[in-house]
């Protein structure tokens, strides 16, 4: 899907690849800033005060955006023959966001000033929170989007992970970068067994924050930690492919954070491991690190 294309970047380091993947997110992501939020007391008035439809313009270029996911083919197209009057915005739409008729598991509340997350309802699959002021998860929004496979959080104020029951147990893709996070629990990404992607680059975790398998999930394709302030390869299971450490304060190769057991049967599946912007020289790579990482392909240090 989203990673499957590669490109260049303008970046300092050339193979940048996580850099590219975040100025894909920021380029398509993004959008114009139209709804002016409004100040409220408490974010349960914003879901109370969902039960208006809002106009919808159907000059809007937003629902158009090039980084509109459909990666599904067909599964869900144009609810409306083209040139015809769109139909109203569904009721369940949060009054602060936009939920384009046309593509009706998506809704956009990015970069609109918001502080707390409108209740998200039952039938959407992608929701875009990014570049608000968002600083923590109140409980229950998500408890009715059973389906939902993506999270887009970045850019937003978020403390600590304030989930309390955890994540979606449909979710795929979670992006928190470029926030203040510093700590999550062993037990976060126990409830989404189908996670995939993981991007918390940007925040403040350190490893007193992180719990020995927070990060050992056996979905988890890719996790970017780069740009925190770890002093230690937190320990990943065997399944992950990209691990992106750059931008921290890691001062020793762990093998042991990849492989518990290394022989000719056991090995780690990782293909790309960024480990340069560290405190580690290339020499430090243990002796035993080309058997347990045996399919990387490339080892930045
Ligand atoms: C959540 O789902 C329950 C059960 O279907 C329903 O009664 C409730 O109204 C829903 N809540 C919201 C905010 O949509
Ligand atoms: C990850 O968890 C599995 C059990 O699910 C365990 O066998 C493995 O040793 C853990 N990996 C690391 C690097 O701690
Ligand atoms: C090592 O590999 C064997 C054979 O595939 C497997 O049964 C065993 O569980 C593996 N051990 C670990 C710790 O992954």
Known sequence: ML?????????LHERDNMQWVSLLLLAGLCSLSRAQYEEDT??????????????????DPYPYE????????????????????????????????????????????????????????????????????ISSIQE???????????????GNQIISDKVPDGLPSALEQLYLEHNNVYSVPDSYFRGSPKLL?????????????????????????????????LQKIPPVNTNLENLYLQGNRI????????????????????????????????SAMPPDAPLCLRLASLIEI
């Open 3 to 11: 990673l499957a294309a590669r490109g260049t970047d303008n970046s």
């Open 42 to 59: 408490h974010w349960w008035f914003h879901y109370l005060r969902n039960q208006q439809s809002t106009y919808y313009d159907p000059y």
């Open 66 to 133: 090039p980084y509109e996911p459909y990666p599904y083919g067909g599964e869900e197209g144009p609810a409306y023959a083209y040139g015809s009057p769109p139909p109203p915005e569904p009721r369940d739409c949060p009054q602060e966001c936009d939920c384009p008729p046309n593509f009706p598991t998506a809704m956009y509340c990015d970069n609109r000033n918001l502080k707390y997350l409108p209740f998200v309802p039952s039938r959407m699959k992608y929701v875009y929170f990014q570049n608000n002021q």
């Open 140 to 154: 229950g929004v998500f408890d009715n989007a059973t389906g939902l496979l993506w999270i887009a959080l970045h």
């Open 197 to 229: 992607y993981v991007r918390l680059s940007h925040n403040s975790l350190t490893n007193n924050g992180l719990a020995s398998n927070t990060f050992n999930s056996s979905s988890l394709l890719e996790l970017d930690l780069s740009y925190n302030q």
């Open 251 to 282: 001062n020793e190769f762990s093998i042991s954070s990849f492989c518990t057991v290394v022989d000719v049967m056991n090995f780690s599946k990782l293909q790309v491991l960024r480990l340069d912007g560290n405190e580690i020289k290339r």
